[in-house]
């Protein structure tokens, strides 16, 4: 085999121009593949032939299978040392079933003596070495950005497809280059609406269509109204309707379940889960909503509409002018965030055998692996197994401080776990060919030549914009290598490599702890590669200069600091769980635990309150804070909505009836209000309740009340419930704070 150059090894070894989706051709003796290309604006098909596959650890194990497949036998002595090819996947499910009966294994069993991608897109892909897009930009591809409002009982939170009277009332779409259309439900009746938003769709034929919450809402809305009038989603390019099955979503210790759609020939991406992704390493969202999203991003006109969800029916009916206003914005919003939150899928797009849709959901530990395979299939080796699961001690995570800092730095080893792979240079012990680490030194050397080329002057706003989102996928992908390792399901794992790359990292980090102390500075919290500090005090631009270069001089070879934050102010609650004051005055709220859901949204607006005022050296102000809220809370003048919690049903109120009976469930606040209201709710219904009562500890499912019954004629809300919340969370934050306001002379302004 030839040595593979770098390029090859990140973009592929066949380079196909404007390639913007790929699509399975079944054929009765031979299968084919629809290649859909972009050149110049203008979109073509090609066919190619198309050989399913699967890997095998022994090649008797389809001996006796029926058309008898294509056996390549693989170099190399790890398990799956046997690649067996079909001419259609038709052949390939057969070959499945068998191996299946025979073996008693299913192909997701670690144990099973074969294995096989299950995407047909990505095996060709992968064995083809093509990747999408090849020269275009983001800009170059045709989007469809789509957004509905819809109807509800107003007795209910949450509109429900499934109810006969929740109709949609607009479609609203936009390409997000100028041409908008909103779908009315006032000229409209519903099936009209259906039908013309499928005829738009085949006249202006995206790319891609995108929306925000689409997989969880939009799209199933849409599927479950189009059925219930008989009208057929011809929304492929080939005019089949939407493909759809249950999926789940993994981002950082969250699940989210939720139904994936696809389209012929077309690509469908929710913004609502890649912000969710986004989330992960930013952690500035408060909620993960297009307007929240919006806003952080900037995006949000100053003049734009807002209506509550419960009152958009209302305003459908009551004030037309409002309701389009409304859902133009929204639409307009999405059609704004989505470039911002493709920007680094579409990169990792340019690199990895897999559609953009799947580089959307998929996680980090499995785009390594399939540049992996992809150079294992190439070169025609044999594909390790899974080492089984074990434990092993994770990266360095300390609290040193809780309470209020001023004048916090933070400070970011640059790529910790990566640096230190290198500098040890050795690859998993299941990675003969060596792949890993020159994965890993390529994509590094890619990400510093695309940060430069990011910041010449000379490129344009767009080609400049692609280099660094380049640059900041290839950060993603490359501090991702040292979690790869540690996976279970990783076919290169290898827990001894990663029990000693984390164990240097703890040295690391504590030596910087260490250095932090002698030079005068006062560690605050450590999580896995990065150190919010205070400073001595006193240093001037100067002297902090001085401070910095000290401090990085201690470090091992190959190992890079950079300070990365200043911040006015800190206050740390707990582990991963603080505020940061940033230097416009904008507070930030890091960690779930000042995010929580599980706070009444009275709860969160006084908890962001204190920490304002904490934050910017206004506590004084808190005493007086805190009984303002009481007096409204005992007074009963907030809002039914501050006090109510929202919870979604996963299940009808009668299965869960029946589980509680049965014993598995214990009583839950939202399922008893459902059964009590004597409303028909269904799974998938938002159930918003208050409580009840005029004492502070009260079984909550027994004085839980449906918002939406709420009467502020006679209020029953429980006063003492709430207050004694209320109180519960001012105390846990005054703990924090000791009394004494003003530290020593010679310690740095922590307190």
């Given amino acids: 085999m030839k040595p593979i150059t770098r390029d090859e090894l990140v973009y592929g070894f066949t380079p196909e121009p404007g390639l913007v989706a790929v699509e399975h051709a079944p054929r009765e003796?031979?299968?084919?593949?629809?290649?859909?290309?972009?050149?110049?604006?203008?979109?073509?098909?090609?066919?190619?032939?198309?050989?399913?596959?699967?890997?095998?650890?022994?090649?008797?194990?389809?001996?006796?299978?029926?058309?008898?497949?294509?056996?390549?036998?693989?170099?190399?002595?790890?398990?799956?040392?046997?690649?067996?090819?079909?001419?259609?996947?038709?052949?390939?499910?057969?070959?499945?079933?068998?191996?299946?009966?025979?073996?008693?294994?299913?192909?997701?069993?670690?144990?099973?003596?074969?294995?096989?991608?299950?995407?047909?897109?990505?095996?060709?892909?992968?064995?083809?070495?093509?990747?999408?897009?090849?020269?275009?930009?983001?800009?170059?591809?045709?989007?469809?950005?789509?957004?509905?409002?819809?109807?509800?009982?107003?007795?209910?939170?949450?509109?429900?497809?499934?109810?006969?009277?929740?109709?949609?009332?607009?479609?609203?779409?936009?390409?997000?280059?100028?041409?908008?259309?909103?779908?009315?439900?006032?000229?409209?009746?519903?099936?009209?609406?259906?039908?013309?938003?499928?005829?738009?769709?085949?006249?202006?034929?995206?790319?891609?269509?995108?929306?925000?919450?689409?997989?969880?809402?939009?799209?199933?809305y849409i599927q479950t109204r189009a059925r219930r009038h008989r009208v057929p989603l011809a929304l492929g390019r080939d005019g089949s309707p939407p493909e759809s099955y249950a999926s789940r979503f993994s981002v950082a210790e969250r699940t989210v379940a939720y139904t994936r759609y696809h389209l012929f020939g077309r690509q469908v991406v929710d913004t609502y889960l890649l912000a969710l992704a986004y989330d992960v390493s930013h952690r500035a969202l408060e909620t993960h909503t297009l307007k929240t999203v919006a806003k952080h991003f900037g995006v949000a006109a100053p003049n734009r509409t807002y209506i509550e969800g419960r009152q958009i029916a209302a305003t459908y009916r009551d004030d037309p002018g409002a309701f389009l206003r409304y859902a133009a914005d929204d639409i307009r919003e999405t059609a704004a965030i989505a470039p911002i939150l493709l920007n680094a899928p579409f990169a990792q797009s340019l690199i990895l055998p897999l559609p953009l849709e799947t580089v959307c959901l998929r996680g980090n530990a499995g785009k390594i692996e399939s540049l992996l395979l992809r150079e294992y299939l190439r070169a025609r080796h044999s594909v390790p197994a899974p080492e089984p699961p074990r434990s092993f001690e994770g990266g360095y995570t300390d609290l040193f401080f809780e309470g209020l800092a001023r004048d916090v730095h933070h400070c970011d080893v640059r790529s910790l776990y990566p640096s230190i792979l290198l500098r040890e240079g050795r690859n998993p012990r299941n990675d003969p060919l060596g792949i890993f680490l020159q994965l890993?030194?390529?994509?590094?050397?890619?990400?510093?030549?695309?940060?430069?080329?990011?910041?010449?002057?000379?490129?344009?706003?767009?080609?400049?914009?692609?280099?660094?989102?380049?640059?900041?996928?290839?950060?993603?992908?490359?501090?991702?290598?040292?979690?790869?390792?540690?996976?279970?399901?990783?076919?290169?794992?290898?827990?001894?490599?990663?029990?000693?790359?984390?164990?240097?990292?703890?040295?690391?980090?504590?030596?910087?702890?260490?250095?932090?102390?002698?030079?005068?500075?006062?560690?605050?919290?450590?999580?896995?590669?990065?150190?919010?500090?205070?400073?001595?005090?006193?240093?001037?631009?100067?002297?902090?200069?001085?401070?910095?270069?000290?401090?990085?001089?201690?470090?091992?070879?190959?190992?890079?600091?950079?300070?990365?934050?200043?911040?006015?102010?800190?206050?740390?609650?707990?582990?991963?769980?603080?505020?940061?004051?940033?230097?416009?005055?904008?507070?930030?709220?890091?960690?779930?635990?000042?995010?929580?859901?599980g706070l009444e949204p009275y709860q969160r607006d006084f908890l962001r309150e204190w920490l304002t005022l904490t934050l910017h050296g206004r506590a004084e102000e808190i005493p007086a804070m805190v009984a303002r809220r009481r007096a409204?809370?005992?007074?009963?003048?907030?809002?039914?909505?501050?006090?109510?919690?929202?919870?979604?049903?996963?299940?009808?109120?009668?299965?869960?009836?029946?589980?509680?009976?049965?014993?598995?469930?214990?009583?839950?606040?939202?399922?008893?209000?459902?059964?009590?209201?004597?409303?028909?709710?269904?799974?998938?219904?938002?159930?918003?309740?208050?409580?009840?009562?005029?004492?502070?500890?009260?079984?909550?499912?027994?004085?839980?009340?449906?918002?939406?019954?709420?009467?502020?004629?006679?209020?029953?809300?429980?006063?003492?419930?709430?207050?004694?919340?209320?109180?519960a969370l001012a105390k846990k934050l005054d703990a924090r704070v000791p009394e004494t306001a003003e530290p020593a002379d010679d310690q740095p302004t922590l307190f």
């Fill in 440 to 597: 890993l030194a390529h994509l590094r050397d890619f990400r510093i030549d695309a940060k430069q080329r990011a910041q010449d002057p000379a490129l344009s706003p767009a080609a400049a914009g692609r280099w660094d989102a380049l640059q900041a996928t290839f950060k993603i992908l490359i501090n991702s290598f040292y979690g790869y390792l540690g996976f279970p399901q990783a076919r290169f794992n290898d827990y001894d490599l990663a029990a000693g790359v984390t164990e240097q990292g703890r040295d690391i980090l504590r030596g910087m702890v260490a250095k932090l102390r002698e030079l005068g500075a006062q560690p605050i919290e450590i999580d896995t590669d990065g150190i919010y500090f205070t400073p001595p005090t006193g240093l001037d631009e100067q002297a902090l200069a001085r401070f910095q270069k000290e401090f990085r001089g201690h470090l091992p070879a190959g190992i890079e600091v950079e300070f990365d934050g200043h911040f006015p102010a800190m206050f740390s609650y707990k582990m991963k769980n603080y505020a940061l004051l940033e230097d416009d005055g904008t507070v930030i709220l890091k960690g779930a635990a000042l995010k929580s859901r």
């Fill in 632 to 727: 409204e809370v005992a007074a009963r003048k907030l809002p039914i909505a501050a006090l109510a919690k929202t919870e979604m049903l996963t299940d009808s109120p009668a299965t869960y009836q029946r589980k509680r009976e049965a014993g598995g469930k214990s009583r839950q606040p939202a399922y008893e209000v459902a059964l009590a209201s004597g409303r028909e709710f269904q799974a998938g219904d938002a159930v918003a309740y208050y409580v009840a009562g005029d004492k502070k500890n009260v079984p909550v499912h027994a004085h839980a009340k449906l918002a939406a019954a709420f009467d502020p004629a006679h209020r029953d809300e429980n006063v003492a419930f709430y207050l004694a919340k209320l109180d």
């Fill in 29 to 220: 003796t031979a299968d084919a593949m629809t290649l859909f290309l972009r050149r110049d604006g203008q979109l073509s098909t090609r066919e190619e032939p198309f050989s399913p596959f699967l890997w095998l650890t022994k090649a008797d194990s389809l001996a006796d299978f029926e058309p008898a497949p294509e056996i390549v036998r693989l170099a190399g002595e790890n398990p799956f040392r046997v690649l067996a090819r079909f001419p259609t996947w038709a052949a390939l499910e057969r070959a499945l079933g068998h191996l299946r009966k025979t073996t008693g294994r299913t192909p997701s069993d670690p144990g099973a003596p074969y294995f096989v991608l299950r995407d047909p897109v990505q095996q060709f892909l992968l064995d083809t070495g093509r990747t999408s897009f090849g020269e275009l930009l983001l800009p170059d591809l045709k989007f469809l950005f789509l957004d509905i409002e819809t109807d509800c009982d107003p007795a209910r939170e949450f509109s429900n497809a499934d109810r006969g009277e929740d109709r949609i009332l607009a479609i609203a779409l936009s390409d997000g280059q100028g041409w908008e259309q909103i779908l009315d439900g006032h000229a409209l009746e519903e099936k009209a609406l259906l039908k013309k938003f499928v005829e738009i769709v085949r006249q202006r034929d995206p790319d891609v269509v995108a929306g925000h919450n689409l997989f969880k809402f939009d799209l199933p």
